[in-house]
């Protein structure tokens, strides 16, 4: 196989491949075994048809699509191999068949998006804020309280109550634009949390005062923004019924609620407890904001011209991440659009500074990983292995194992790169 290779610009290059006439009729023999079992000739009994036969019957060209399947995917990683390594494919290429025909090279082109240079800035020096990380006294009493809120008792209220922000109420409801009922606008037994905000704007505040089997009629204004396009910014009114209140019961803060809700003893020692939670929580927060400042900073002094190809690629992993958490919650991505009245390509669009962003830091960081001869060593990869295998509670030989079957033993070093790049930022930093 022959390759050579044209730089067009500076984020696209085309490769000429040749594939030599022995390999391609190899993949003809291939797509002759395929397509004989289709075909019906009289005479012949099917699958059965010599080669000659059919070709002369139908053409050799009805082979050449399937020979030609068979053939380019592996040539064309084969050819990639080959590359100079200042030339690194993104993205799919741009097939243009050159060179078709029996007993001669099989040739074609792939115009192919490339992995740009990079232009660094200022990358060493950077002058970083690093956040404070004092834990006060305001905000041991707030995770407390937030802990009596999630252990609160729920109280059913009797007769005469009114309903309070905070509560949990039970309601019947039926909503009307001008006077006629939509759909989704009618439920039974309704559980509403009163200051949750779920509701449309206006709605919740209304039942504030309410009491048990009381029946009201109030009104709200959709949001201009709201799903159904029917009832976006328009009025309407809902017919209530209140049926129960249940109002938190919070325990006191003292030993025995320390006792209830962990494994201390004392209130003193459940304070010491969330204050060094609390602490670790800002450190980690600390240290992720610096390198966030850094991986910035460092991207902002830097200049690049990144291929589209990239910023698609991106965008795709981003929905793919946003499919799951969207299937975690019940639902699939054409779910969401139908009924956030969006189309993919709206969102795409949407996504792309975020993605470019994200590419841009990449490519800056790989850059200064190479500028700086920063390599991966096997203890860096033990330490890796090690980590994933705490957090999947697998032995480490597992992991590797898996990993390597995988094929992400290079995602891991890439990614290891990554962190070691960030690493140097910051050891290089000025920090404040």
Do not use: C
């Not at 660094?120 to 690093?130: I, R, V």
């Amino acid at each position: 196989m022959q390759v050579s290779t044209e730089r067009l610009d500076k984020k696209q290059v085309e490769i000429t491949i040749e594939v030599d006439e022995k390999k391609f009729e190899e993949g003809l023999q291939h797509a002759y075994k395929k397509i004989v079992k289709k075909v019906n000739i009289p005479g012949f009994r099917k699958g059965k048809v010599p080669r000659k036969i059919l070709e002369q019957r139908f053409g050799v060209e009805i082979l050449f699509e399937d020979a030609v399947d068979y053939i380019m995917p592996p040539a064309y990683l084969e050819a990639l191999n080959t590359l100079d390594e200042s030339i690194q494919p993104v993205g799919k290429p741009e097939i243009d068949i050159v060179q078709l025909e029996v007993n001669k090279p099989f040739i074609f082109k792939a115009k192919v998006e490339i992995k740009p240079e990079v232009e660094l800035g200022e990358y060493k020096g950077l002058e970083l804020e690093k956040l404070d990380t004092v834990v006060t006294e305001e905000d041991v009493a707030k995770e407390l309280e937030n802990l009596r809120q999630r252990h609160a008792q729920l109280e059913v209220m009797p007769e005469g109550t009114p309903v309070e922000n905070g509560d949990k109420v039970v309601i019947d409801f039926s909503g009307k634009k001008d006077g006629v009922p939509f759909e989704g606008g009618t439920a039974e037994d309704y559980t509403l949390e009163i200051g949750s905000g779920s509701f449309i704007p206006g709605f919740e505040e209304q039942i504030i005062g309410m009491k048990l089997g009381e029946e009201k009629t109030i009104e709200v204004t959709f949001p201009e923004e709201y799903h159904s396009k029917e009832l976006a910014g328009q009025p309407a009114t809902f017919d209530i019924k209140l049926k129960e209140i249940k109002r938190k019961k919070l325990a006191d803060l003292d030993d025995e609620f320390a006792k209830d809700v962990s494994e201390f003893e004392t209130l003193q020692e459940l304070k010491a407890d969330v204050e060094n939670r609390l602490r670790n929580r800002k450190e980690e927060n600390a240290k992720a904001l610096l390198k966030q400042q850094a991986i910035e900073k460092a991207a902002t002094n830097a200049s690049v011209d990144i291929p589209q190809a990239m910023i698609e690629t991106q965008i795709d992993n981003i929905l793919q991440d946003f499919d799951y958490r969207l299937r975690m919650q019940g639902l699939s991505l054409d779910q969401y659009l139908k009924y956030s009245d969006e189309s993919i390509e709206n969102i795409r669009e949407k996504y792309q500074d975020d993605a470019k962003k994200v590419v841009k830091e990449q490519l800056v960081l790989e850059a200064i990983a190479k500028a700086e001869n920063i390599k991966v060593e096997q203890d860096d990869i033990d330490r890796e292995i090690a980590r994933l295998s705490e957090a999947y509670k697998q032995e480490p030989e597992k992991v590797k194992e898996i990993l390597e079957k995988q094929g992400q033993m290079e995602a891991v070093e890439h990614s290891i790169i990554i962190d070691k790049a960030v690493e140097f930022l910051i050891a290089n930093a000025k920090i404040d």
